[in-house]
């Protein structure tokens, strides 16, 4: 094993509990598996994921699995995630994102259900996904690779959306710009649900929008 994909599957584990830790798989418990991650492997058509059944809280730098970008196994004892069809189709699509991150956060969730797409409100963070807002891609069956499309094109010019009944997916050039992304995507959804119990929510001024657009381009986002 290479140094730098020893780091990775370090880099990825901590990312794992820092998710566990916020609440960003569901409900904190080292027995539910809620989401997962992954990260190209640099220079490679080869990618790091979690297998299946593992939760993030509890995961450790050797239980990660080695996939292609056709979603076969390559190395590791486990049983890939369920949902590696959706992350190796992004990864095919777009070789700028080096991870992915699929999480079941509680506000994300609801607006999931609701069918409603968060909405540029706040600069708060300085997360790219917040200025064009977060949309929602309808229901297509877990695990599948129609998923995986659907997910893919949703992100066209996007570094998150959400999945009707599903949750939400982030990508970002790292693993660990992928986690920004979504820690900020569920702080944006508690955000819009708080506004919109108190009246009708407002997009955030164009002008602020493009500030920040230059902002997460010269910080190397993607947007």
């Known amino acids: ?13 901590k990312v794992g509990k820092l998710m566990w830790d916020e609440g960003l798989t569901g409900k904190k418990s080292l027995y539910l598996a809620g989401g997962n991650i992954s ?6 058509d080869t990618v790091l994921i979690k297998p299946s059944g593992y939760s993030l809280g509890a995961l450790k730098p050797e239980d990660l699995v080695i996939v292609d970008l056709q979603g076969q196994l390559v190395s590791g004892e486990a049983k890939p995630s369920s949902e590696t069809p959706m992350h190796t189709t992004i990864y095919d699509r777009r070789s700028d994102v080096g991870g992915v991150v699929h999480f079941h956060a509680h506000y994300c969730g609801v607006f999931g259900i609701a069918g409603i797409e968060l909405l540029p409100l706040s600069y708060g963070g300085s997360c790219p996904a917040l200025l064009k807002g977060v949309p929602i891609v309808p229901w297509v069956r877990p695990g599948t690779k129609e998923l995986g499309a659907a997910i893919a094109d949703g992100l066209k010019n996007r570094c998150a959306v959400l999945m009707e009944f599903h949750g939400g997916i982030t990508i970002g050039k790292t693993i660990e710009q992928a986690y920004h992304v979504a820690s900020k995507v569920e702080e944006l959804a508690e955000f819009q649900w708080r506004v919109m119990a108190i009246g009708k929510p407002n997009y955030l001024p164009e002008e602020m929008r493009n500030t920040m657009f230059d902002w997460a381009r010269k910080r190397d986002f993607l947007v």
């Open 1 to 13: 094993m290479s140094d730098i994909e020893q780091n990775l599957r370090e880099r990825l584990v």
């Open 39 to 44: 990260a190209r492997i640099p220079d490679t």
